[in-house]
């Protein structure tokens, strides 16, 4: 009985861990609770840039930037300080600070730039790789006199002189994304007239502002006759304006003059007043967000967009304005940076239009095809990055992008005296 009795006393009495268990599950779950808390505040100072770091051998949190990384074509190393850190296209956390960052991919030419790191700031680093040894194609085997390229940079009419009356004249290509086939004896493009009515081979070429008309000028024994020409089809007969080239020069340069004022007067007042005051306008990029311009007097510009953006890179920045140097300045992030330190002084295409600059915008509007010295180079808008693209023989003044950035447009007979000069692209991907 006493054995009976003891055994159902125990069976009844409680196990002493089931008696604590919901104080220890308590426990687990305030502890489950605050190592969750912990995560999310980890994650949230980790997203803000926070980084865990020692300093005399105690932990630190430091606060970070961001620099985003990207390069066409990608997969470039990366280095900051001359250390390889990543490789494009990557974001990285930085302390605050100046860091050199050089962007390198086998093949091209190299990437650098100062980059300034701000706390809680992403900070980007875009490079336009380009390679080191372009390839050279020819895209007509006829010889060419000389090309004008239209306002929109799509265009290009040239004058070939050198074969027969049926195929001398003037012929316009189209460059827009699009691979042209060259077979001896031809022209790449559409010839728009030929020389059987009028020696159309040695006319001066012009281009309506609104690339459609071709204005070509033909002198004979001193007397100039000039044609207006359609320059999306074959001209059976072209259109001789002489008595009335005045008036069609005044639409053509009231036209330009238009579309100048447009763009000034989209300009906020301050910001306005100072550029009719101090910058002789080259060219409007071609997304219409920058000025190409040379300062025609020594100035400071002042700061206009108050507070400045953050992000930005302020490194290269030029407010200091000296007479006749050249300059770009960003409309919508108001950054002002020098290109070329001197320079002699040079006219405007709303002025003259035959007037020519060593300067055209690449088509991403981010850079600057630069054309001196018997070299062509590529510049960042900010002047950084001076690329020498090609050093060999070619006639200055027939330098033009393709639409798509892919290639560059160049007049030469590639040093070859016996050869008319054709056109030829480089390669530039």
């Known amino acids: 009985m006493k054995h009976q009795q003891h055994t159902d006393r125990h069976d009844h009495e409680p196990h002493n861990h089931e008696r604590h268990s919901p104080k220890k599950q308590a426990l687990i779950s305030v502890a489950v609770l605050c190592f969750l808390v912990l995560l999310t505040i980890i994650a949230i100072l980790y997203g803000r840039g926070y ?18 990384l990207t390069s066409k074509p990608n997969g470039a190393q990366v280095y900051l300080d001359d250390h390889l850190t990543t490789a494009t296209d990557e974001a990285i956390n930085l302390t605050p600070g100046k860091y050199t960052v050089k962007i390198a991919k086998e093949g091209y030419n190299d990437w650098q730039k100062d980059i300034d790191i701000t706390q809680e700031v992403v900070s980007r680093a875009d490079a336009l790789l380009f390679p080191k040894a372009p390839t050279l194609q020819s895209i007509s085997t006829l010889g060419v006199e000389s090309a004008v390229v239209d306002p929109s940079g799509t265009k290009i009419a040239f004058r070939i002189a050198s074969n027969s009356a049926k195929k001398n004249g003037i012929y316009v290509l189209e460059m827009e994304n699009r691979v042209f086939p060259v077979l001896a004896g031809q022209a790449s493009g559409s010839q728009i ?8 081979s040695t006319a001066a070429i012009t281009w309506s502002p609104d690339g459609k008309q071709i204005l070509a000028a033909i002198t004979t024994d001193g007397i100039t006759t000039s044609y207006l020409l359609n320059a999306g089809n074959f001209n059976d007969v072209p259109q001789d304006i002489t008595p009335t080239l005045q008036a069609t020069t005044d639409i053509w340069h009231e036209q330009r003059s238009d579309k100048e004022k447009a763009l000034l007067e989209s300009l906020k007042v301050p910001v306005r007043n100072f550029v009719s005051d101090n910058f002789r306008i080259l060219a409007w990029s071609p997304d219409e967000t920058k000025i190409l311009y040379q300062a025609s007097q020594s100035a400071d510009m002042p700061v206009f967009l108050k507070p400045r953006l953050i992000g930005n890179n302020f490194l290269y920045e030029r407010r ?24 002699e002084t040079l006219c405007t295409a709303i002025e ?13 509007s981010g850079h600057l095809v630069y054309v001196h010295d018997r070299k062509i180079e590529i510049v960042e808008d900010d002047g950084a990055n001076m690329t020498t693209i090609y050093a060999g023989p070619f006639l200055d003044h027939y330098v033009y992008p393709w639409p798509d950035g ?7 007979n590639l040093g070859n005296q016996n050869t008319p000069p054709t056109l030829y692209t480089i390669s530039l991907k």
Request: overall charge negative; aromatic content about 10%.
């Open 406 to 412: 892919s290639k560059l447009v160049i007049l030469t």
């Open 320 to 343: 200091d304005l000296e007479e006749n140097a050249i300059y770009v300045y960003d409309i919508k992030e108001d950054i002002n940076t020098r290109i070329v330190d001197s320079i």
């Open 193 to 200: 007239v030929d020389d059987t009515l009028a020696a159309f």
């Open 352 to 364: 003259d239009v035959s007037c020519t600059t060593p300067f055209t915008w690449f088509p991403d």
């Open 51 to 68: 980084r865990i770091g020692f300093q005399e051998d105690r932990p630190q949190i430091a606060k970070t930037g961001i620099l985003q």
